[in-house]
DNA sequence: TTGTACGCGTTATCAT
DNA sequence: ATGATAACGCGTACAA
């Protein structure tokens, strides 16, 4: 089997500390050094066979004199393994993402396997061509926010290797993989009824784009929990914003719009952490008073939240509890070999009120 | 020479997105199929060498046929090169390197490198094991924000890879690679005469550790502006707290130690963002009012500046600029062989003023 | 227990 | 122009 020799390297690279020069030495090196064969060297570095202790204090003293240390791209073309996954989103420099890959990072890490980050900007072509990068490199798995426009290729892809799914779904009854996301609709039905609670009516949201599940199941919860005061959300709908999930600049263009209509939204429903930093970017630079004059919720909470000038309301979305959840999959997944039938996880998206929500000052 | 075909990939992989099967063929199996030796079958993939019009042909359909695309490992354990540089930093989690790790993958994604993400969170020896790992890999390059407890190692393996260095300084002489960071002291001696000529005279610095050079650097420059007003900063000064650059806890502890003082600091410069952030969630917490209590400055802008209750003064890191140089080190060395002469970039460091400072309540 | 030899998927060198 | 074959560095049957 494949893994990774820890113990041996640790040992092998104690003697690199104090500056030697790193000789790119190879087996064969060793061996001729040590005055033995490869395979015996091989066996020392591994472990696994029986080698006679003085061959083994020989190779050891090569390993250290040599500096030699295993060349892993050869490991892997014998194992058609790299102990290395993949990981697409559409932005690392989100702070969401950050923090979900930086737990990624950490459960991998503990398996030996190591992270290639890929941000798509959630544009079809760049995530076409990190898949392809992907695929050529022989990564063991990969973990993939998609943009929803190469969902035939990442289909066919799962059938080949190891695929989490984080945030949206892909609905082709032939993929085969996990499924990862906060409990969208849930959440977001929460969000609306905590507002319809404080009394508002005229609710505004501010939301990615459909063709994302996650952006879908938002706008269903919400709808859902208009429907409880009688009010129907379809395309007639007037205070609905189809933004960008990646761009906040996109939450404050949706305020602009939403407060510039004859009745404008007494509260604004953003669903996302980056969306809802546009929108209180807006308000902050108009004057306009929150919560007197206006509402804010966000689904998932704001990077720096506790030191913002108000808080919005929000659901929770940890990337700390998803990323575990979507390493253990993929984990699990690459050492059963990827037979596991589809799995999906919702995470419970619970409440946190904040003070950016009050009754609105002119209730209909 | 180890370049990437990219439009045969785009050639071959434009037939696997109706959901095909990938087979994981190889160049063998495409020479089967096409009745033609492998070595036809690598010259029309590479196209570096002339193939008759109708070999091509049948060799492009095998490709589609059998929806093969070349093995990456195997190209690389022939070149040496992988096409992948390592990007070693303190915690991806933190939005400073969140944007850097973003610019740094958009600059080298134009030359056709991954980049493998490691965080060490300041550890030796999670810096030695990703050290080992990158090296094992065989990484055409490593970009590094180093804990400053593996100087020795770094050295040796910069004379065999192209190495730059971000933020922390290595200072032995055999070091060779570049080095890109803020104009630590010039930025610092800005911040702190910024308070000084609000008055201010008690001022506190919260710093990271001193190992390293982008502390020690931000340090002197607080050390020279306090002398021009004839304030010694030396051991002896009661203003100097040592923590943690990666926690922004340890600038809250800051804040609550300062503030505990018999005479207080009326000002504090916290030496990166997330110190600033722990200080700043200290004062909010405790109601102290800034600036009429307390003046507050930062190295480098905390996230989400503009939507803070209140906005410190600070002095620009732009992750975005540095990103960009170090990208552009790294793929000139890679470009030369690494025979350029050691290269060290400072970016300037200019004040933005912010709501967070004004006159002491009682100056001395 | 130890060594020889082959194969992993490619590319490059040599023949033809 | 095309094909056979030797490398790249490693692990492991198989032989000894």
New interface residues.
């Given amino acids: 089997m494949y893994t990774s020799k ?1 113990s041996v ?1 640790v040992e092998i ?1 104690d003697h ?7 000789h ?1 030495a190879t087996i064969k090196a060793v061996a001729k050094d040590a005055g033995v064969s490869v395979a015996t060297v091989s066996r020392v570095i591994n472990s696994n066979c029986k080698v006679s202790a003085e061959l083994v204090e020989a190779v050891n003293k090569s390993i250290a004199k040599l500096n030699y ?6 490991r ?2 014998k194992f058609d393994s ?1 102990l ?1 996954i993949g990981l697409i989103i559409s ?5 969401f993402f ?2 979900l ?2 737990t990624i ?2 459960v991998i890490h503990g398996d030996n396997y ?6 798509t900007d959630n544009q079809q072509d760049k995530e ?2 990190y898949l ?2 992907l ?4 990564v063991d798995g990969i973990i993939i926010n998609t943009t929803g426009m ?1 969902d ?2 990442i ?3 799962s ?2 290797l190891p695929v989490v799914l984080c945030g949206r779904k892909i609905h ?1 009854p ?1 993929f085969h993989g996990d499924f990862v996301d906060s409990d969208n609709e849930a959440g977001s039905y929460t969000l609306t009824r905590h507002l319809i609670e404080h009394g508002h009516r005229r609710i505004a949201i501010v939301n990615g784009q459909r063709i994302f599940s996650s952006a879908a199941e938002r706008l269903a919860g919400f709808a859902r929990a208009m429907k409880t005061i009688g009010i129907a959300v379809d395309e007639g709908y007037p205070y609905l914003f189809e933004g960008n999930f990646t761009d906040s600049n996109s939450g404050t263009l949706a305020a602009k719009a939403l407060l510039s209509l004859p009745a404008p939204p007494t509260a604004i429903i953003a669903m996302n952490n980056e969306l809802a ?1 546009g929108v ?2 807006y308000c ?1 630079d108009r004057g306009i008073h929150i919560p007197q004059d206006l509402s804010i919720c966000s689904y998932g909470k ?3 939240n ?4 108000v808080q919005p309301s929000y659901v929770t979305m940890d990337p700390t509890l998803l990323g575990h959840k979507i390493a253990s999959f993929m984990l699990e997944r690459i050492a059963g070999k990827n037979q596991h039938s589809n799995r999906e996880m919702r995470l419970d998206a619970h409440l946190v009120k904040g003070t950016g929500v009050s009754a609105p000052a002119s209730p209909d």
Avoid at 16 to 22: D, F, M, N, P, S
Avoid at 69 to 74: K, Q, R
Avoid at 306 to 309: A, E, Q, V
Wanted: glycine letters at 2%; a positive charge; charged letters at 15%.
């Fill in positions: 820890v390297w690279m690199q500390k104090a500056g030697v020069v790193l790119n240390y295993p060349n892993t791209v050869a892997s073309l790299t290395s932005d690392i420099s989100n702070s950050c923090f890959a930086r990072e950490d190591n992270m290639i980050v890929c941000s076409l061509s392809r990068l695929l050529g490199k022989k190469n035939e290729l289909t066919s892809v059938h080949v082709s032939s930093a209180l970017r902050h704001i990077f720096n506790d030191l913002l000038y």
